[in-house]
């Protein structure tokens, strides 16, 4: 039985969309399962089953988690504590 899952990010400004997008790599292991549009801003997965394919899906979920949690706190951080940078 073959599952297809998409991973598709709608609500999001551009620029982070590019960002994501351009972060994740595939792994070696991935490369025949996983594909990425990044016009589209999406991810597919056709995995040959279910438990697979929702291993590899929360994989890339985590990563694109990752990313964004990563650019909000720098963000917000504003790098006021990084050292050297003077006020």
């Given at each position: 039985?073959?599952?297809?899952?998409?991973?598709?990010?709608?609500?999001?400004?551009?620029?982070?969309?590019?960002?994501?997008?351009?972060?994740?790599?595939?792994?070696?292991?991935?490369?025949?399962?996983?594909?990425?549009?990044?016009?589209?801003?999406?991810?597919?997965?056709?995995?040959?089953?279910l438990?697979?394919?929702?291993?590899?899906?929360?994989s890339?979920?985590?990563?694109?988690?990752?990313?964004?949690?990563?650019?909000?706190?720098?963000?917000?951080?504003?790098?006021?504590?990084?050292?050297?940078?003077?006020?």
């Amino acid at each position: 039985m073959k599952v297809q899952i998409e991973i598709k990010i709608d609500e999001v400004d551009g620029e982070l969309k590019k960002v994501i997008f351009n972060s994740i790599l595939i792994e070696q292991l991935d490369q025949k399962i996983v594909k990425i549009d990044r016009n589209n801003a999406s991810l597919l997965i056709v995995a040959n089953s279910l438990s697979r394919g929702r291993a590899i899906m929360n994989s890339y979920i985590s990563w694109i988690y990752t990313i964004i949690e990563t650019l909000n706190k720098v963000k917000n951080n504003d790098r006021k504590n990084s050292p050297g940078v003077k006020s």
